[in-house]
């Protein structure tokens, strides 16, 4: 065996190569709001039903993450946080993940159209397009609202398990996709304060890249107050309950309180201190969408046990 085989075979790709294209972390977010979206809704679904629903819509989630590491495969080149990505290394090819992308986005929409129903299997289709499309595409390059208006891919999947139970769109799921969707920019705007030189190198107009810092603060704080307001607006719908409440109205407090330090740093302490409080909200706020769906299941099963009306 010549040295030039090994060297192939070394650069071969790997299940976990093509796997990563599916950015499982995303996924998990991805799978845990539908399920808790279509456990908490008024209908229903048979259990082998449901299983079939969130396993297409985390297929068409994963298949999303592929077409946008295809498209993005420059950018991802540069930026220190996704340069060990598949195409970047080498592992997997541009063509390679643009095939599994389209492949998996035409199986999971027509999959969950036969499993429940074609309004949740539209509701899919609509999300892939808006993230490889209108977000990766056109957005994410173009306007520092890139994340304002692409955070509504990432919102839409508590929605389409929504629909994939009852067939429509209600307060309930609009307030669910509200929540991620208003939680989005806080979330990255947080983390572009500390990594601002990856969207810079990457030639990604970033808040943070555009309008500088202080106007990126100023942003989060305004999108907090927002976000607590719908958050808590959750809480007394039927999705919603004592749990969640409670639950939400502490969280809340806390990230509020969280933007609020956010607003009040100047750049020369948040330099000299190494950004601990903006890396303090960003993790927060990696646990803070977990938290309120897991209340919404909570409640979910305390009125299934009969423990609340």
């Known amino acids: 065996m010549t040295d030039a085989t090994i060297l192939d075979r070394q650069h071969e790709a790997q299940f976990g190569d093509y796997f990563a294209l599916l950015k499982p972390r995303v996924m998990t977010l991805v799978v845990f709001t539908a399920l808790v979206g279509m456990l908490v809704a008024p209908v229903a679904l048979h259990p082998f039903l ?22 993005d495969a420059d950018i991802d080149a540069v930026m220190r946080r996704t340069s060990k990505r598949p195409i970047p290394t080498g592992r997997v090819t541009g063509r390679d993940a643009l095939s599994i992308g389209l492949a998996l986005s035409g199986f999971a929409v027509v999959m969950l159209g036969l499993s429940t129903n074609w309004a949740a299997a539209a509701l899919l289709a609509f999300t892939i397009f808006f993230y490889a499309v209108v ?19 990432g919102a839409f999947p508590p929605m389409i398990g929504w629909v994939a139970a009852t067939g429509s769109v209600n307060l309930e799921a609009i307030l669910m996709f509200a929540l991620i969707f208003l939680w989005t ?3 990255f705007w947080a983390l572009a304060l500390f990594m601002r030189s990856d969207y810079d190198d990457a030639g990604v107009p970033m808040l943070t890249v555009t309008h500088g810092r202080r106007a990126t603060r100023r942003h989060i704080f305004v999108y907090t107050l927002v976000l607590a307001a719908f958050a808590v607006w959750l809480g007394f719908t039927s999705a919603g ?69």
């Open 50 to 71: 449901g299983f079939c629903a969130i396993l297409f819509i985390a297929v068409g989630g994963g298949a999303a993450g592929a077409l946008n590491m295809w498209w």
């Open 135 to 153: 977000y990766s595409m056109w957005l994410k390059r173009s306007t520092p609202q890139n994340i304002v208006i692409g955070g509504a891919a």
């Open 185 to 187: 920019p806080p979330h």
């Open 241 to 309: 309950g004592p749990a969640y409440l409670v639950a939400a109205i502490a969280l809340n407090a806390w990230f509020v309180k969280g933007a609020w330090d956010i607003l009040r740093r100047d750049e020369k302490t948040a330099e000299a201190d190494g950004y601990i409080v903006e890396k303090k909200f960003f993790k927060f706020s990696l646990l803070y969408l977990f938290l309120h769906f897991g209340a919404l299941l909570a409640d979910a099963a305390f009125r299934a046990a009969g423990m609340i009306a």
